[in-house]
Nanobody
Framework: QVQLVESGGGLVQAGGSLRLSCAAS????????MGWHRQAPGKQRELVAT???????NYADFVKGRFTISRDSTQNTVYLQMNNLKPDDTAVYYC????????WGQGTQVTVSS
């Protein structure tokens, strides 16, 4: 089993920044990839960003240039630096990791006020 614990969500004004963290623990041999999805009220969960074990990254178009995903492999932690936040970024952000199967974190709320 793998456990993912997210932190760093909160309330911020439009134009502000937040940094999300996700720490993985448990039966970890190799995590590839890790990343973030989000789900806004009434909408489907959508991919935000992904990072592989070789630090290859992929971003949704709506966050390119504003969000940066990074990874500390020694601590099995993935980060999401979110800058220039917009009200449309309001959602629950879920960390995920693939370790022979897909695991999800419990989610952290990000609220951006206008």
């Amino acid at each position: 089993q793998v456990q993912l614990v997210e932190s760093g969500g909160g309330l911020v004004q439009a134009g502000g920044s937040l940094r999300l963290s996700c720490a993985a623990s448990g039966s970890i041999f190799s995590i590839n990839p890790m990343g973030w999805h989000r789900q806004a009220p009434g909408k489907q969960r959508e991919l935000v960003a992904t990072i592989t074990s070789r630090n290859q990254t992929n971003y949704a178009d709506f966050v390119k240039g504003r969000f940066t995903i990074s990874r500390d492999s020694t601590q099995n932690t993935v980060y999401l630096q979110m800058n220039n936040l917009k009200p449309d970024d309001t959602a629950v952000y879920y960390c995920y990791a693939v370790v022979r199967q897909l695991y999800w974190g419990q989610g952290t709320q990000v609220t951006v006020s206008s």
